[in-house]
């Protein structure tokens, strides 16, 4: 199985930049996923890593390492309607995602 | 462009009774995925079909059962209702190749209360 923990909230200025970050615990890894959540709608596909590194797209960045059971989520330039619910997700060998329970980001003026 | 449908949109049930929620996908995707999200502990997989005809059953499926008669198609049943499973129920589907992202796309979601 896996274990994944995340930050529950987050709290930044418009214009900022904010990190989550999400450790894992895992029987088995085949990539790890982000997505974004507002409030009361479906999940929404961010970004995807499967190899140490970074993958950047537009203001969000994601980074993975295997070896540390370590991703983050960058988000820069933060906008209002970046606030939203971020998951992280570990798929394992038989390609199942499993969830962290998610952290609340909150945009401020 | 539908994507990924799921009815009802939200349904309040008396305990005991026997609900289906619906779910069809119109992307020819391989792979279907019943998730519930409650509060503080994130989506949890109940059941799954890797290719019409198969299912599997995920981290939480006691209570519920699925079918995959076609690819579209991905109902879920709760024979006989409880509280505890008052929650927001998600649909989803991939392409199932295995490959790449090989991501997973979500429908907008069903609101059970169980009273």
């Known amino acids: 199985g896996q274990n994944i923990d995340q930050p529950t909230e987050m709290t930044a200025t418009e214009g900022a930049i904010v990190q989550i970050n999400c450790t894992y615990q895992?029987?088995?890894?085949?990539?790890l996923f982000w997505y974004q959540q507002h409030a009361g709608e479906a999940p929404t596909f961010l970004s995807y890593n499967v190899l140490d590194g970074l993958e950047e797209k537009g203001r969000f960045s994601s980074f993975l390492s295997r070896s540390k059971g370590y991703s983050y989520l960058l988000l820069k330039e933060l906008q209002m309607k970046d606030s939203a619910s971020y998951l992280c997700a570990v798929r394992d060998a038989d390609y199942k995602l499993s969830f962290g329970a998610g952290t609340t980001v909150t945009v401020r003026a | 462009i539908a994507g990924i449908t799921q009815a009802p949109t939200s349904q309040i049930l008396a305990a005991g009774r026997r609900m289906t929620l619906r779910c069809t996908q119109d992307?020819?995707?391989?792979?279907m995925y019943w998730y519930r999200q409650d509060l503080g502990l994130g989506l949890r997989l109940i059941h799954y079909?890797?290719?019409?005809?198969?299912?599997g059953k995920g981290e939480v499926p006691d209570g519920y059962s699925v079918s995959r008669a076609n690819t579209d198609d991905f109902p879920l049943t709760l024979a006989s209702a409880v509280p505890s499973q008052t929650s927001v129920y998600f649909c989803?589907?991939?392409?199932?190749?295995?490959?790449?992202?090989?991501?997973?796309?979500f429908g907008p979601g069903t609101r059970l209360t169980v009273l």
């Open positions: 895992t029987s088995g890894f085949n990539g």
């Open positions: 079909s890797n290719t019409a005809g198969t299912t």
């Open positions: 989803a589907s991939s392409e199932g190749s295995g490959s790449g992202t090989d991501t997973q796309y």
């Open positions: 992307m020819r995707h391989n792979a």
